[in-house]
């Protein structure tokens, strides 16, 4: 019962355009979205979060976009760089407590030059 | 900044054997969490601490156990290794929730059940 779903294990993005990572959830529950990012052999970092009562979050060139009705939300990274190379994995929890993470499978970017 | 370490960073080890996993940090959250990560599944939880003494299951919490005798170490152990206990295993620590940013992550075990 996979309750936070990335579809798309990898991705090939050109160097400058538009990288676009998606995650569906199934869970109502869930109220707060993350989104981590993996380098090989180090864990994964932080990157960008929103929370339920809003659907947009930027931070420089990463932007989270939240639909709530349909339960899906976005990574949006423009212009993609050479850097942005590495296993996205989103997240997903409801506030309070523990914090407890669900995460998706993750998905493999691959920015060409 | 390594305000949490993992330790050891590669094992090998028989199967049946015990093994112990061990995560430190300095930053003094109150929650530590264990995940496994493998292909096709992402990060999957297997147990967290809420306090010192205070711990839980997660969802694959089945063949492991976790102490947490002091705020700033938290062990994973595998009472008897199975090779399906072969993973890359992280530790997280994290503050109340609230924050904004989540875990931070130690840089994993790879564990081979041989």
Redesign the interface.
Known sequence: DQQVKQNSPSLSVQEGRISILNCDYTNSMFDYFLWYKKYPAEGPTFLISISSIKDKNEDGRFTVFLNKSAKHLSLHIVPSQPGDSAVYFCAASSRGGAQKLVFGQGTRLTINP | DAGITQSPRHKVTETGTPVTLRCHQTENHR?M?W?RQDP??????IH?S?GVKDT?K?EVSDGYSVSRSKTEDFLLTLESATSSQTSVY?C?I?EE??A?????????TRLTVV
């Open positions: 929650y969490y995940y096709g599944h992402g990060l999957r939880l967290y809420y839980d997660g992280f997280a994290s929730t609230g904004g940013g989540g875990y931070t992550f130690g840089s994993g």
